[in-house]
């Protein structure tokens, strides 16, 4: 989990940069939507293999 400090940290200075710039409205957003979208599909990446993983470790010799 030690992407998300790291992702934080960018995009809280990318949008600080964004503010000095004077498309700032529209590239904070775009921004801020990408940060989203990372998270989310890191958040799936997770799941997907920790339900992987359990699925697996299901026995079916029965």
Same mark, same amino acid.
């Given at each position: 989990?030690? $992407? %998300?400090? /790291?992702?934080?940290?960018? =995009?809280? !200075?990318?949008?600080?940069? *964004? ?10 957003? $775009? %921004?801020? /939507?990408?940060?989203?979208? =990372?998270? !989310?599909?890191?958040?799936? *990446? ?11 470790? %299901?026995?079916?010799?029965?």
């Amino acid at each position: 989990m030690s $992407v %998300i400090p /790291i992702m934080w940290a960018f =995009a809280k !200075a990318r949008i600080e940069l *964004a503010r000095h710039d004077e498309r700032g409205e529209i590239t904070e957003k $775009v %921004i801020i /939507i990408a940060v989203f979208a =990372a998270l !989310a599909i890191a958040v799936g *990446a997770i799941v997907v293999t920790k339900v992987t993983g359990k699925a697996e470790s %299901i026995n079916l010799d029965g």
